[in-house]
C-alpha cells in the first residue's frame, strides 16, 4: 500500500513539473484590412515533427489560447471562411507565455480586375455596432441575431433590453408599450422602415409594439435623438424597425416551437368562449341609426365557456429570399404565427376619496382570473430590382394580425355596506369575454436614381392602413354573496352562501361593439447634392413630405336586462334565462363615433460634412398641420360636433461627432421637437367612460406639446463586439399634456390640458465585453423629471361643517418614469459546441402608473426584478434546437398609493387583506407565472 501511495505522489509530481515546464500561445485573429477581431475561426497548432496538433475557435473577442503546450518549434495556422490560411512559425521554451496574433486577408481583396460586391449581414451583432458606430445620430441597434438567441417573441420585449427604454406590460404580462428615457408612449413613434406607420388604437397615436412578431425584422433600432430628414413628432425617441431583405444568396430560414404557461400547468385551467357568431357590426351599424335593436341581435356565443386543460401554445416562423444570378432581382418573404396561452391572476382594491380628510378610501376588492389567447401573425416581402448602378426600385409590403382573446372573471366584494363581520356580505361576479382583431398593413414603393455627377434622388409612396375590431365583447353581471347567521343577541354564528342571480334593477348583460380605422396615404421626395467645397466634401439634402390620415371610428354599447319582473337564477347556462334589450338603440351620440381628418406637409434642408475628425451635420425642418373632425356627439355644435385646427412648427436639429481615435466618438446633439396630442382628446365631447367617477371632457383647445432635447455620449468599440456608450441627456418640454379636474357651471370633467412646463434629464451607462467564450453586457439609466400640475383637495369645512374642496399645485415626476432601470445579461458562446445561451435580468424601478385628480392619491407601480433565461444548442449543420423561459422569478406586478393605509369607518370592522396599517395602500397585484418554450430552428 505505502508503495502504491509513492508512486502516485511521485507521478502527480512529475506532472506538476511538467505542467510547470510547459508553455502557453495565445492571440487574436483579426481581418488585414478592417482590423476587427474575427468570431470563430479556426486555429491549428502543430509541432515540426507532425506529432502534436491542437485546434480552437477564436472566441466572442476574437482570441485563442493553447495550454500546457511542451517546449519546441510549432506552427500556428488560422482558416476562416472566405479567407486565405495564415500562418506563423515560433520556438516555445519551457514555461513560456508565447503572443502570435495573425491576420488574414479576405480572398476577395486580391482580384484586381473583378470587383465583388456584396452585403454585410444585416441581422448580425456586428452590422448593429458597426451602425450605431457610423450613425449620424444618438441611437441604440438590437440585431435579428440578438433577438433570436434572446427570451423574447415580440418587439415589445425586446425594447426593455435596450439601455434607457422601459416597457409598459398588458394584462396578460407581455410588454405592449415603450417608454424612452422616462417618456410615456404619447412621446414616442414606430416607424417600419424609415416610415411612420399608423395606430389602431381608436384614442390616441403610438402604436401597440405586442402587435410585431420578434423574428421579421433584421434589426431594431432605438432613435435617441432626430435629424431635420426625420419626422420630428418624437420627443421620446422611436422605434424604428428593418425588416429583412432580400440576401446575396438562396436562404432558407424555419423554425417550430411547443410552449406552456406555468399558471396552466398545475391547477389552473383556461376559459375558452365561443366568438365563432360574433358579429362583426354593430346593429346600428349594420341596419341605419334608427334601427331598433331587438334580441335576436345578440349572441350568447360570448357566455359559453369552455374549459381547456394545459393548453399548448405554439410558435412557427418560415423565411426565403435570395437574388439572381446577375444580382439585379432580390426578393424575400417571411411569416410568422404564433399562438400562445397566458393566464394572470389579480387582486384589485377599487378606491376613492375621502370626502373629509382627502386620504384614499376603499370601496370594494375585486379578485379576476384572466385566460388571454393571443393569435399573432406576421408577413412580409420584399422585392428588388437594380437598373444599373445609378438607379434601383424596391417594394415592401408588411401586414401584422394580432387576435385576442381575453376571458375576465372578476369578484367584486363591497367593503362598505356596513356588513357583519368577515366572510358576508354583497359579491357581484362579473363575466366578460372580448374578442380583438388588430391589423396593421404597410407597403412601400421606393426608387434611388443618380441624376448627375454629384445629384442623387430618392422618392417613396406610401399606403398603411390600421385597424382594430371589437366585436360584441359581453359582460354578463350577477349578484351573490353571503349573508350573517346571528343569534339572539344579535351575534354572528355562522354565515349562508346566497344563491347567484340577476341584477332585476339594472343590466344583466352588455354588449359593446367597436371598431376603427386609421388609414395613411404618404409620398416622400429627397435631393441630395455632393460637391466639394475647397478640400471639403460637402452633403446638402432637401427634401418633402406629404401626409393625408383619415381616422374613423364606431362605437355602440347595448344593455340587456331580464325579460318580466321576477328576479332570474343563472345557474352556469346562459340558455336557460331571458332578456330583453333595454337600450334598443345603442350609442349614435357617444363620442367616440367621430371622423378625423389630418393633413401633414413637411419640408426639411439639411448639411453635413466632415472637417479633421469632426463631423457636423445640421439643419431645420418645417411641419405644418390640419386637422379636423366630425363627431355624432350631442352638444352644442359651436363646441361639440365639428371643429379645426390648425399650427406649423419650424424644428431646428444640430449634431456633432468627434472621431477620438479610430474606434472612439464623442457625439453632441440638439433638436427641436413635438408631440401631437391624441384624436379623441381634441374632440369636444362630454361622456366617453361610464365607470369614471367624473365626465370626461374633450379639449379642442389643446396645444401641441413642444421640446428642446440635448444629448452628450462618449463611445467606445474595442473590439468587433465590445462597446461602452456613456451618456447625458436633458429636455425642456413646454406644454405638456396631463390630466386634470376642472369645473364647468355646476359640474366637474376630468379633461387633458397643457400644465406649463416639464423637464426631463438623465444619465446613461451601455456596457458590452466579451472574453472568448463568454459575455457580459449591463446598462444603466438614471432619469428624473418635473412638472408641476393642479390637484384637488377634498374637507369638511370646520366653519359650516359642509364639504367642500380646493386647488393645489403639486410637483411630481411625468408619468411612466422610473428613476432608475438597469439590464444585466451573462451570456456564453461555444462556437465548436455550438451552443448559445443567456440569463437576462430587467430592473424597472417604480413609477406612477395612475395620475390622480387628488393630492398624494396618484398610484404608484412598485420596482420590479424580472428574470429570462434562453439557450440554443447547434444539433448539426443545419439544424439547432431552443428554449426561451420568460418570468423565472414570478415577478408580479404591484400598485399603491404612497399614503399609509388608516381604519376608516367602512372598514372598522373588517379584515381587509393585503392592507397593513401604516404601510402604503395596496391597490392591485397581477401574477403571471413564467412561461416556456421549446422549439427547433433550421437555417439553409
Known amino acids: 500500500m505505502k508503495k502504491l501511495l509513492l508512486t502516485l505522489f511521485n507521478v502527480i509530481l512529475c506532472l506538476v513539473a511538467l505542467a510547470q515546464n510547459n508553455g502557453t500561445v495565445r492571440g487574436i485573429v483579426t481581418d488585414k484590412d478592417s482590423k476587427e477581431t474575427l468570431i470563430g475561426a479556426t486555429v491549428t497548432l502543430k509541432n515540426e515533427k507532425k506529432t502534436f496538433k491542437l485546434a480552437v475557435s477564436t472566441g466572442l473577442d476574437g482570441s485563442y489560447v493553447f495550454k500546457n503546450v511542451p517546449a519546441g518549434k510549432y506552427e500556428v495556422e488560422a482558416k476562416f471562411v472566405a479567407y486565405k490560411d495564415e500562418d506563423k512559425d515560433f520556438d516555445l521554451k519551457a514555461g513560456e507565455t508565447k503572443i502570435i496574433s495573425l491576420q488574414i486577408e479576405s480572398k476577395s481583396s486580391s482580384l484586381d480586375?473583378?470587383?465583388?460586391?456584396?452585403?454585410?449581414?444585416?441581422?448580425?451583432?456586428?452590422?448593429?455596432?458597426?451602425?450605431?458606430?457610423?450613425?449620424?445620430?444618438?441611437?441604440?441597434?438590437?440585431?435579428?441575431?440578438?433577438?433570436?438567441i434572446s427570451p423574447d417573441l415580440t418587439i415589445a420585449n425586446v425594447t426593455q433590453r435596450v439601455s434607457g427604454v422601459s416597457i409598459e406590460r398588458s394584462n396578460n404580462g407581455e410588454g405592449q408599450y415603450a417608454i424612452i428615457r422616462g417618456m410615456d408612449k404619447r412621446y414616442n413613434y414606430t416607424l417600419v422602415n424609415g416610415v411612420k406607420i399608423p395606430s389602431p388604437d381608436n384614442k390616441n397615436r403610438y402604436v401597440p409594439l405586442d402587435i410585431f412578431p420578434a423574428d421579421i425584422v433584421d434589426r431594431m433600432e432605438v432613435y435617441k435623438s432626430l435629424t431635420p430628414n426625420l419626422?420630428?413628432?418624437?420627443?421620446?425617441?422611436?422605434?424604428?424597425?428593418?425588416?429583412?431583405?432580400?440576401?446575396?444568396?438562396?436562404?432558407?430560414?424555419?423554425?417550430?416551437?411547443?410552449?406552456?404557461?406555468?399558471?396552466?400547468?398545475?391547477k389552473n385551467n383556461f376559459t375558452a368562449f365561443d366568438h365563432a357568431g360574433s358579429a362583426g357590426l354593430s346593429p346600428r351599424i349594420s341596419n341605419g341609426s334608427n334601427y331598433t335593436a331587438n334580441i335576436s341581435d345578440f349572441s350568447n356565443g360570448g357566455f359559453n365557456y369552455q374549459t381547456r386543460h394545459t393548453p399548448v401554445s405554439t410558435v412557427f416562423g418560415f423565411s426565403i429570399g435570395g437574388r439572381s444570378a446577375n444580382k439585379k432581382f432580390g426578393a424575400l418573404a417571411a411569416a410568422s404565427y404564433q399562438n400562445t396561452f397566458r393566464g394572470t391572476s389579480t387582486i384589485f382594491y377599487d378606491t376613492d376619496v375621502d370626502r373629509d380628510t382627502n386620504e384614499p378610501a376603499l370601496k370594494s376588492v375585486q379578485s379576476r382570473r384572466y385566460s388571454i389567447q393571443q393569435e399573432r401573425t406576421g408577413l412580409h416581402t420584399r422585392l428588388d430590382y437594380k437598373f444599373n448602378k445609378e438607379n434601383k426600385i424596391d417594394l415592401y409590403a408588411s401586414y401584422m394580425n394580432l387576435a385576442q382573446n381575453e376571458f375576465r372573471f372578476q369578484s367584486d366584494t363591497t367593503l362598505n355596506l356596513g356588513r357583519v363581520g368577515v366572510g358576508t356580505g354583497r359579491v357581484t361576479n362579473t363575466y366578460r369575454s372580448t374578442r380583438t382583431v388588430q391589423q396593421i398593413f404597410s407597403a412601400n414603393l421606393h426608387g434611388e436614381h443618380k441624376l448627375a455627377d454629384k445629384l442623387e434622388m430618392n422618392w417613396s409612396a406610401v399606403y398603411a392602413k390600421a385597424t382594430a375590431n371589437q366585436p360584441n365583447q359581453a359582460i354578463l353581471t350577477i349578484v351573490t354573496g353571503r349573508t350573517a347567521i346571528l343569534d339572539a343577541a344579535g351575534n354572528k354564528i355562522g354565515s349562508a352562501q346566497n344563491p347567484a342571480l340577476f341584477n332585476s334593477t339594472?343590466?344583466?348583460?352588455?354588449?359593446?361593439?367597436?371598431?376603427?380605422?386609421?388609414?395613411?396615404?404618404?409620398?416622400?421626395?429627397?435631393?441630395?447634392?455632393?460637391?466639394?467645397?475647397?478640400?471639403?466634401?460637402?452633403?446638402f439634402s432637401v427634401g418633402g413630405m406629404y401626409r393625408d390620415k383619415r381616422r374613423t371610428s364606431n362605437y355602440d354599447d347595448y344593455s340587456l336586462k331580464l325579460s318580466g319582473s321576477t328576479t332570474q337564477v343563472y345557474d352556469g347556462n346562459i340558455n336557460n334565462n331571458t332578456f330583453m334589450v333595454q337600450t334598443v338603440g345603442g350609442s349614435l351620440n357617444d363620442p367616440l363615433n367621430y371622423t378625423f381628418n389630418e393633413k401633414i406637409a413637411a419640408g426639411y434642408a439639411q448639411f453635413k460634412f466632415t472637417l479633421g475628425k469632426l463631423q457636423t451635420l445640421g439643419g431645420v425642418r418645417y411641419e405644418n398641420t390640419r386637422q379636423d373632425w366630425v363627431t355624432s356627439a350631442k352638444g352644442d355644435q359651436t363646441v361639440g360636433a365639428i371643429g379645426s385646427n390648425k399650427y406649423a412648427d419650424l424644428l431646428p436639429s444640430l449634431n456633432f461627432k468627434y472621431a477620438l481615435g479610430d474606434k472612439q466618438n464623442l457625439r453632441l446633439s440638439y433638436y427641436s421637437a413635438i408631440s401631437r396630442p391624441g384624436f379623441y382628446e381634441l374632440i369636444p365631447h362630454t361622456g366617453g367612460?361610464?365607470?369614471?367617477?367624473?365626465?370626461?371632457?374633450?379639449?379642442?383647445?389643446?396645444k401641441r406639446i413642444t421640446s428642446d432635447n440635448y444629448d452628450l455620449r462618449y463611445e467606445f468599440f474595442p473590439k468587433q463586439l465590445d462597446q461602452l456608450l456613456v451618456g447625458v441627456f436633458y429636455k425642456d418640454i413646454k406644454n405638456p399634456i396631463?390630466?386634470?379636474?376642472?369645473?364647468?357651471?355646476?359640474?366637474?370633467?376630468?379633461?387633458?390640458?397643457?400644465?406649463?412646463?416639464?423637464?426631463?434629464?438623465?444619465?446613461?451607462?451601455?456596457?458590452?465585453?466579451?472574453?472568448?467564450?463568454?459575455?457580459?453586457?449591463?446598462?444603466?439609466?438614471?432619469t428624473d423629471s418635473k412638472i408641476t400640475t393642479p390637484k384637488t383637495v377634498l374637507y369638511r369645512d370646520p366653519v359650516t361643517t359642509s364639504y367642500t374642496q380646493r386647488t393645489e399645485e403639486q410637483t411630481r415626476p411625468l408619468q411612466g418614469q422610473s428613476k432608475h432601470i438597469g439590464n444585466l445579461s451573462l451570456l456564453f458562446k461555444n462556437a465548436v459546441s455550438g451552443l448559445d445561451a443567456q440569463l437576462a435580468a430587467v430592473y424597472t424601478g417604480a413609477r406612477i402608473y395612475t395620475v390622480s385628480p387628488f393630492l398624494d392619491n396618484d398610484v404608484w407601480q412598485k420596482?420590479?426584478?424580472?428574470?429570462?433565461?434562453?439557450?440554443?444548442?447547434?444539433?448539426?449543420?443545419?439544424?439547432?434546437?431552443?428554449?426561451?423561459?420568460?418570468?423565472?422569478?414570478?415577478?408580479?406586478?404591484?400598485?399603491?398609493?404612497?399614503?399609509?393605509?388608516?381604519?376608516?369607518?367602512?372598514?372598522?370592522?373588517?379584515d381587509v387583506a393585503s392592507q397593513t396599517i401604516g404601510e402604503n395602500v395596496f391597490i392591485r397585484k397581477d401574477e403571471y407565472q413564467q412561461f416556456y418554450l421549446l422549439g427547433l430552428r433550421y437555417k439553409l
Open 738 to 782: 396631463e390630466y386634470a379636474l376642472v369645473n364647468q357651471a355646476t359640474s366637474i370633467f376630468y379633461t387633458a390640458g397643457n400644465f406649463g412646463n416639464a423637464s426631463n434629464y438623465g444619465f446613461e451607462m451601455d456596457f458590452t465585453k466579451y472574453i472568448s467564450k463568454f459575455g457580459f453586457r449591463a446598462n444603466y439609466t438614471f
Open 863 to 910: 420596482g420590479t426584478v424580472t428574470l429570462d433565461l434562453s439557450a440554443e444548442q447547434k444539433i448539426t449543420k443545419s439544424f439547432s434546437v431552443y428554449i426561451k423561459i420568460n418570468n423565472l422569478l414570478n415577478t408580479p406586478s404591484e400598485l399603491e398609493i404612497r399614503r399609509p393605509y388608516k381604519i376608516t369607518t367602512a372598514t372598522v370592522n373588517q
Open 689 to 702: 367612460n361610464p365607470d369614471a367617477d367624473y365626465q370626461e371632457l374633450g379639449n379642442p383647445k389643446l
Open 113 to 148: 480586375e473583378v470587383k465583388i460586391s456584396g452585403k454585410s449581414d444585416e441581422g448580425s451583432d456586428y452590422k448593429s455596432r458597426s451602425i450605431e458606430r457610423k450613425s449620424d445620430q444618438v441611437l441604440n441597434a438590437v440585431s435579428a441575431r440578438a433577438i433570436e
Open 506 to 539: 339594472g343590466a344583466a348583460q352588455s354588449h359593446i361593439w367597436a371598431k376603427n380605422a386609421d388609414e395613411d396615404k404618404t409620398g416622400f421626395l429627397n435631393f441630395i447634392y455632393k460637391p466639394k467645397i475647397g478640400d471639403t466634401k460637402v452633403e
Open 231 to 266: 419626422e420630428g413628432d418624437a420627443i421620446g425617441g422611436g422605434i424604428n424597425l428593418v425588416l429583412k431583405d432580400a440576401p446575396d444568396r438562396l436562404t432558407i430560414r424555419a423554425n417550430a416551437a411547443v410552449g406552456l404557461a406555468g399558471t396552466f400547468a398545475v
